[in-house]
């Protein structure tokens, strides 16, 4: 029987990926600016049958103990130099046929009514193809400063505002205007019946909102919920909220008690829709397996200490350069991104110079397989075995589409002769069907459909 996973790419409209690649041959700093340079990636993976294209995001970057932006963060480009990627969700949609689009918007400064109206549009022009990864937002402490805030919410408080905020916009979404709302009777003179739509009343801890929403009903409503973030109280709010789960597996058993929990916490929140989990995966491959090998090594080479320790400070606000490198991590304590420092303190009781290291060899990535085509093959097969995970995200390597139209060439077919994936495979419809829902809307047991005006 064929699994059918669900495939999609990873990617960001900043100079380097997660890794300061950018002075290499085929980096994509000189472009990434450039549409046509996105507009060849989502052809590519349209044309393959992909069903998604995933961007990451944040208005955040890395400080120094005084808050200003790191000297190496901008020398780097490291998480620096963003473009916001909602602006060309439209432009890559009307150039191909069925690919979704995954933005990813943050809860934290963001406004409720604001974001809704964004995506609502987004997703009338996409006709339904477009997805949201709900994050409360990387590096919130540079945000904060830039936003003007006086005083940055804590961890717990960011988790609770993105439910309000997620809350709000459910109910503009999905409840504020009828099924019916929208009548278009020109011989009546009835364009919508005001009967029909309702206003939005939320006084909340964090967030209020009250006044009815702008938009029209759009084909899938709320957009396809995507989440990152595996802190406790991270995963908690995914089993509430997503549809689809992104984690960066670093080990296959890590990432299988990831997902085991995480299909416990959704049924615990009444989730009987199934929660899809995609993993992150870094994929290096050549029929030559020793060549692969040599590129691997040559992409590690490219992520240097004060790059590492550069990045882990914008995720996590430990300076990692400024400790003691003898000190276990475990002394360590966040109110920013716990994700990269709980996934060292789970496990063992490494040191401050080892998580250096480890983080340096493997960064913000997900698995890192490598190989020819038939080992690629074997190892995602038995991640999928070993983890239960309902597709992947494939990562760019050195930045420009090179990893892409290999993972296309060399991997698809290989996940196709494993029952991994139906060959040719190209669904059609919204985001939503096309990652396995059943309609185009949010299934009954999903929290937002209790905000539906009755049938
Ligand atoms: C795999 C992964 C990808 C993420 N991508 C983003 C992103 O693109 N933008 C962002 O602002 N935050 C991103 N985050 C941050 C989280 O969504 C979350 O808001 C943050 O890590 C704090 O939650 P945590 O303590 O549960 O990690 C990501 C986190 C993980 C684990």
């Known amino acids: 029987m064929t699994r059918d996973l669900v495939l999609g790419v990873f990617e960001m409209l900043y100079p380097n990926n997660a890794h300061p690649t950018w002075r290499h041959p085929h980096a994509r700093a000189d472009r990434y600016t450039d549409l046509d340079h ?13 069903e998604f294209l995933f961007f990451a995001d944040s208005y955040g970057y890395a400080t120094d103990g005084a808050g200003d932006l790191l000297d190496v963060g901008a020398r780097h480009g490291v998480q620096f130099g963003q473009l916001d990627p909602m602006m060309i969700v ?16 943050q809860t934290t400064v963001e406004a409720p009514y604001a974001s809704a109206r964004r ?3 987004l997703d009338h022009l996409t006709r339904g193809r477009i997805g949201w990864n709900m994050v409360t937002g990387a590096s919130p402490n540079s945000i904060a400063r830039t936003f ?6 804590d961890h717990a408080a960011r988790y609770d505002i993105a439910d309000e905020f997620a809350d709000i916009c459910y109910q503009l979404w999905e409840g504020s205007w009828a099924d019916d709302a929208l009548r278009g009777d020109v011989a009546g003179d009835v364009w919508a019946d005001p ?21 029209p009903p759009s084909p899938q409503r709320t957009p396809t919920l995507f989440q990152a973030g595996t802190s ?8 509430l909220h997503a549809e689809v789960v992104f984690l960066q597996g670093t080990s296959t058993a890590s990432c299988a008690e990831h997902v085991a929990d995480l299909r416990r916490r959704a049924e615990g ?52 350069l400024a400790l003691d490198p003898d000190l276990p991590i475990s002394t360590q304590s966040t109110e920013q991104g716990r994700t990269a420092l709980e996934r060292f303190t789970a496990t063992g009781e490494p040191t401050v110079a080892e998580v250096l290291e480890k983080f340096r060899a493997h960064g913000l990535r997900g698995f890192q397989v490598t190989g020819d085509p038939a080992s690629v093959g074997d190892q995602l097969a038995e991640i999928v075995a ?57 299934p009954a047991s999903h929290p937002a459909a209790a905000h539906r005006w009755p049938a």
Request: no cysteine; proline share 5%; aromatic share 6%.
């Open 195 to 215: 009967a029909r739509i309702r206003p939005v009343d939320h006084r909340g801890e964090h967030r209020t909102s009250t006044g009815v929403f702008g938009v």
């Open 38 to 50: 996105w507009l060849g990636l989502a052809t590519l993976l349209d044309d393959a049958g992909l």
């Open 119 to 121: 995506f609502a549009t």
């Open 269 to 320: 929140h009444g989730r009987t829709d199934g929660l899809r989990v995609v993993t992150g995966v870094s994929v290096v491959v050549d029929p030559d397996a020793g060549r692969a090998a040599d590129l691997r090594a040559e992409l590690d080479a490219q992520f240097r200490p004060e790059d590492a320790a550069a990045l882990y400070l914008a995720n996590t606000g430990i300076d990692l």
């Open 232 to 239: 406790a109280r991270g995963r908690d709010f995914a089993a």
């Open 148 to 153: 003007g805030q006086q005083v940055l919410p």
């Open 90 to 105: 439209t432009a890559l949609t009307a150039a191909t046929r069925d690919l979704g689009i995954v933005v990813t918007s």
């Open 386 to 442: 070993a983890t239960d995970v309902d597709g992947f995200m494939f990562e760019p390597t050195f930045g420009d589409h090179g990893a892409f139209v290999d993972v296309v060439e060399h991997v698809l077919p290989e996940l196709e002769r494993r029952g991994l994936r139906t060959p040719g495979r190209r669904t059609t419809g919204t985001l939503r069907e096309r990652m396995g829902g059943t309609g185009p809307r949010l």
